[in-house]
């Protein structure tokens, strides 16, 4: 039988959830949005039930997920409601924009036995599980530097941005909580936690905001050095981690949809790369592992330490290019 979902927030994202959730054949999908006009279009299009207000969602019926796809300063008061129904929860990534109740949604989570993750998407991406998997198999030994450059003309694949949480830090946005925020956690996914970081951030072009939109970090993940690059305006599309080890270097390029080992003494790049993906192919790979750590397999998604984790990057970014100062992360 199907897993009953519940999509609350079914703006940008949670519109793609629920159709990437219809798409794995495996769920039943409601929808929950407090914007009426948007709910009954989207209910209308994918045929589901529709709730315009979450409390009244829950009381309706029994689910047994819930993803939570709203701005990230109300993640985690869902979240919390979410496991006191007793269902398997997802949460949009950054899990939330301060610490407030973090460690009480962990309580939460581990008391209540239900599956709990955070949809940093990244983590199903051939690319990085490859990048991943080959760094841990410890053949080019231990990565020592790594270097990210990424940036893509946000106003092109977010036109709505100034109206959306992204205007404001508040509601989860600006380039480190919106953006940056997937490669951190990506990195911290490949060599460990940030222990100590200085951000630089500026708003630099994007018209009708002040958040910062560029974003210059130097970071330490234990023993390893790491920089960011990444800017919200550049032409080209693009998104490049060189991760430099002992015995050879391993890069991911997004844009190709590839990752690549040099290793030392070879003379050219070893190439690895899957066939071509759509953007939704990486969504629906998301809810089958959802589904799947509903009932009780492995999954590489998130965990809720990891994202706790990439929550506290992201305010000690925040904190550091407001003071300008290096910030340790406990
Ligand atoms: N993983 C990704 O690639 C990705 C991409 C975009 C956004 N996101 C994240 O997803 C979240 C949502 O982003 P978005 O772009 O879809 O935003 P959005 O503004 O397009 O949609 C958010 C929706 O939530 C609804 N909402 C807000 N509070 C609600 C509540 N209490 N109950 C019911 N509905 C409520 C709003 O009416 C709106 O329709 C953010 O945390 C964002 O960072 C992730």
Known sequence: MNDVILIV????IGERHLRCFQRTGRAEVAACDANTALLQRVAQQYGVASFSDFNAALT????????IATPAHTHVALALAALRHGAATFIEKPLSTNRSKVDELRDAAAKSGCFTAVAYVYHLMPWILGTREFLRSGEIGRPLHVSVATGQHFPTFRPAYREIYYARHESGGG???DALTHIANAVEW??????RLFCDAAHQALEGVTVEDTVSVAARNGGVLVN????????PSEMTIQIHCEGGSVRVEGHEQRWSVFRRGASTWEHHKAAPLERD???IAQANAFLDGMHGKATPLATLDEAAQT???NLAALESARSGKAVEIA
């Open 9 to 12: 927030g079914c703006g940008s």
């Open 228 to 235: 960011y690059a990444l800017n919200q305006f550049q032409a």
């Open 60 to 67: 309706a019926r029994r689910y047994d997920g819930i993803v």
């Open 311 to 313: 929550l506290k990057f």
């Open 281 to 283: 192919d990486v969504f």
């Open 190 to 195: 490949f060599i460990g936690p940030t222990t």
């Open 175 to 177: 380039a480190i909580q």
